[in-house]
């Protein structure tokens, strides 16, 4: 019964970790080998700092950002009685669209010319930059369709860290004298913590 999940799994993930390991130390494929060379070259280039660095810019900000509004988001949806299914739906919905499909919508939101964000600026008599081409908005832009999309995400790991908390525990808490402030920073948040990872 294990035998088509592991034939699966050697196949498309071990083979191609292996191949790719290989490949790192070797002159392209089928090259010589030489070792740790391609690190060596790698570690000394400054592109690759820079591309550290891009990352970083990038990762630090959309993942923080993630974290915080799936929080709230799984946190508020909880206490929700009505409309639950329609809640949830329009909640999950940036999650289940396709990357490209979400980067032409962002592409046109933030263009320069038609886009909806300049518009509504110019609106209120605020010029829009060049969202997509300045360096200094463009990773913006990118964090921002980032956060749109994967927050969702985050939304089901905490909400469903949120249905593991016993009822009987948040009346406890509440019944002595327990805030909602520390109701969420004693029980609610641990257990969103624990998901998180």
């Not at 038609?114 to 518009?119: A, E, I, K, P």
């Not at 009987?168 to 998901?195: H, K, M, N, V």
Request: glycine content about 6%.
């Amino acid at each position: 019964m294990v035998l088509p999940a592991f034939i699966y799994a050697v196949a498309w993930i071990v083979y191609p970790m292996v191949f790719l390991l290989r490949l790192s130390l070797s002159e392209g494929v089928g090259g010589a080998f030489v070792g740790f060379e391609n690190y060596a070259k790698v570690l000394s280039s400054a592109d690759f700092y820079d591309a550290v660095a891009a990352t970083l810019a990038f990762a630090v900000p959309a993942v923080g950002v993630e974290l915080v509004f799936g929080t709230v988001l799984a946190v508020a949806y909880n206490s929700v009685s009505r409309f639950e299914r329609v809640t949830q739906t329009i909640l999950l919905l940036p999650m289940v669209l396709s990357t490209f499909a979400v980067g032409l919508m962002f592409r046109w939101f933030f263009s320069s010319d038609l886009g909806v964000v300049n518009y509504l600026l110019g609106l209120v008599g605020i010029s829009g930059p060049v969202w997509l081409s300045d360096p200094q908005f463009a990773m913006v832009t990118v964090v921002v369709a980032d956060v749109w999309q994967w927050t969702p995400f985050v939304f089901v790991l905490v909400y469903a860290g949120l249905q593991t908390i016993p009822e009987s525990l948040i009346e406890a808490a509440t019944i002595d004298g327990a805030s909602r402030i520390q109701r969420f920073r004693y029980i609610i948040l641990p257990s969103c913590i624990r998901y998180w990872w």
